[in-house]
């Protein structure tokens, strides 16, 4: 029978213990890194839990890319979530200014009518 250099190979399933450290270090990396940044998001720049997951996320997006690891990359951290979370809360600011300003029902109320 000839084999030849098509011939697959039965793949090993992963072994469960191996999976277990994996999992314990990502768990790990969650409670020493993740948390503590969500909590200080929510804390100091009074976000919702989920909008501080969000930016927690984005901030380690970013680090990803742009994180220089020679420096000290935990307090680099820290500072691109403190500023996503002040820009998140200039947006949502911004937004609810224009909302208010330019309202449907606010034109109603005040006797302006649609331009549309």
């Known amino acids: 029978m000839n084999k030849g250099r098509y011939s697959r190979r039965p793949q090993k399933?992963?072994?469960?213990?191996?999976?277990?450290?994996?999992?314990r270090s990502t768990d790990a990396f969650y409670r020493e890194f993740f948390l503590p940044l969500v909590r200080r998001a929510v804390w100091r720049h009074g976000l919702s839990a989920d909008d501080a997951r969000d930016i927690v996320q984005d901030a380690f997006l970013i680090a990803l890319k742009k994180m220089n690891s020679a420096r000290r990359p935990e307090a680099w951290l820290v500072q691109v979530v403190d500023y996503l979370a002040l820009n998140h809360r200039r947006k949502t600011t911004?937004?609810?200014?224009?909302?208010?300003?330019?309202s449907p029902r606010d034109r109603l109320r005040t006797g302006e009518e649609d331009p549309e």
Do not use: T, V
Not at 94 to 102: D, I, M, P, T, V
């Open 13 to 23: 399933a992963p072994d469960q213990n191996s999976l277990i450290p994996e999992a």
């Open 94 to 102: 911004r937004r609810s200014k224009l909302l208010a300003k330019w």
